[in-house]
């Protein structure tokens, strides 16, 4: 189909300009194929502030693909329009626009019915077939499973009863989103019950980290300079600091977060991808295969440093003041246990038993209730050590950061010579901010949805990449196993004290919150 035949077909959720429809990928375009989307809970969590909205995103950017159909599968579908209404006017990207939000919901449909009912999903199919025949569409669908893990297997089992995982003449694609298990054997199982079902091509695991724009040009500051890469090894970098930091609690998510901590939470998937993309080679080529097979390499070559005592932490947020406000701590919020074990704070050390970072520690940390929210990668280089004794003594050590939100943009700091007498060298910054630089970026899901809609998988990891990432923090989930409640922390500091320890004992210090 032409870029014209699609703007005919679907003028408004299509756009009309010349560039609408059509994304560029390298030197070629590719048109989108028209693609029904099914989100099973799409009255959920998830849903309502991520995924509805990134849609409406995607139509008033003329994104979507012609023919667009969304049906959303719910348990609960009472006053679902409104409640979608109301998500996409209080998380959408862009402002709320009534004739765009109109057309939009006239190709939402829902099927009510929960997710072990397998006459709901012959409704399902009763009703993919419908718009299918109605628009003249073969029959490409992308099932999106905004659902709980537990679910997973229910759902595609469902899905295959109807015969809904494979066409002749469409594509079929699904979505699902983590925790991928809570250890390495539960991630594989749910690997396995998925790809009983759907080939691996098919499986789209999202991470938004990786919809980020800043994570995403990791690679381009690696890989399209040249002058950091003949660096990029332990002979010339020190370590690096991966930081997540959230001043956000868990206020409400007990459900999903007691029992699942920091490490399962955030290191297990955004934080270890993020080392991938610090350390991997360079890829043969921009595209998913040669990308994940450089992560899978990077992964399956990292491992924790011990003793674990010494090497990582671990803590949980009590009560404190957050911007001039007190907050509860853990063991306050609403449904966790007064004697919750859960951590909120975690902290590790990994090496990658590779030529190129044999020797290089990562330090990686995450917390929720901590001073002020930042996600930043610093890769810190070796001070300069020929020289005179005074040169040497003067040195800095330069540290390259990616900072990935807020503020997105990357700094280098360097040492430079404080004005007048004397050699006194003061550390300096050179930045770039993005968005003083480029349009402001479309959001992680809106990216992503995207992506999946038209058939590129290169922002989703790889089974492989997941347990691979089990296999690395499994050893320090079995250690912190019966050691009782985390090391306490105030709310609104940097963490607890041993995460401070642990950096100190290497002659090194976290770059401050
Ligand atoms: C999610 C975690 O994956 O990422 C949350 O489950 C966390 O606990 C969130 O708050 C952070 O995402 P972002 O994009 O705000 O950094």
Redesign the pocket.
């Known amino acids: 189909m032409t870029v014209s035949e699609v703007q005919e077909r679907n003028p408004l959720l299509c756009g009309s300009s010349g560039r609408i429809g059509e994304v560029l990928i390298g030197e070629t375009r590719q048109v989108i194929e028209p693609a029904t989307l099914v989100i099973f809970g799409i009255t959920g969590d998830l849903s309502r502030k991520k995924l509805i909205p990134a849609i409406y995103d995607l139509a008033r950017s003329g994104q979507l693909p012609p023919d667009f159909d969304l049906v959303g599968f719910a348990r609960d579908g009472a006053n679902a329009e409104t409640r979608l209404r109301e998500a996409v006017i209080a998380h959408a990207r862009t402002p709320f626009d009534p004739a765009l939000w109109e057309t939009l919901t006239e190709r939402i449909t829902l099927v009510q019915g929960s997710f072990d009912d397998v006459d709901a999903y012959a409704r399902l199919a009763a009703q993919l077939s419908a718009l299918d025949n109605r628009r003249g569409k073969p029959g490409n669908y992308v099932f999106y499973l905004s659902v709980p893990p537990s679910a997973f297997a229910t759902v595609c089992d469902g899905l295959a009863v109807v015969g809904l995982n494979r066409s002749a003449l469409g594509w079929r694609r699904v979505v699902v989103e983590?925790p991928f298990g809570h250890d390495l054997a539960s991630s594989q199982a749910l690997g396995f019950a998925l790809e009983r079902v759907f080939p691996p091509t098919s499986i789209y695991r999202i991470d938004?980290?990786l919809g980020?724009e800043t994570v995403q040009n990791i690679l381009a500051l690696r890989f399209a300079n040249g002058m950091f890469e003949p660096l990029w090894n332990n002979r010339h970098i020190d370590h690096v600091q991966i930081t997540?930091a959230?001043s956000?609690g868990?206020t409400g998510?007990a459900g999903y977060?007691d029992g699942v901590g920091a490490a399962r939470?955030?290191i297990q998937?955004?934080l270890l991808q993020l080392l991938a993309l610090i350390a991997m080679e360079e890829p043969v080529a921009f595209d998913a295969d040669s990308i994940a097979t450089e992560k899978i390499k990077v992964l399956s070559a990292t491992e924790l440093h011990g003793p674990l005592s010494e090497t990582s932490a671990r803590g949980q947020y009590t009560a404190g003041v957050q911007n001039g406000l007190p907050v509860p701590g853990l063991a306050e919020e609403a449904g966790f246990p007064t004697d919750s074990v859960t951590e909120t704070f975690a902290a590790l050390t990994v090496g990658i038993a590779t030529r190129r970072w044999a020797g290089v520690p990562f330090f990686i940390r995450t917390g929720?209730r901590l001073a002020r929210r930042t996600?930043e990668i610093a890769v810190t280089f070796t001070p300069p050590v020929h020289g005179s004794a005074a040169t040497r003594a003067a040195a800095v050590s330069n540290v390259l950061v990616f900072r990935v939100?807020p503020d997105d943009g990357i700094e280098l700091h360097i040492g430079a010579k404080r004005p007048g007498e004397g050699m006194h060298i003061q550390p300096v910054s050179l930045g770039m901010d993005f968005r003083s630089v480029f349009d402001p970026a479309p959001e992680?899901y809106e990216r992503l949805i995207h992506d999946v809609l038209r058939g590129d998988a290169t922002l989703f990891p790889r089974r492989e990449e997941v347990e691979w990432s089990w296999r690395v923090i499994d050893p320090l989930l079995e250690h912190w196993v019966g050691g009782g409640r985390p090391e306490a922390y105030s709310a609104g500091s940097a963490g607890p004290v041993s995460a401070d320890g642990m950096l100190a004992r290497t002659g090194r210090a976290w770059r401050a919150l």
Do not use: I, L, S
Request: charged share 35%; aromatic share 12%.
């Open positions: 983590k938004h980290y980020k997540m959230e956000v868990v998510r977060y939470d955030v998937n955004h929720k996600t939100q992680a």
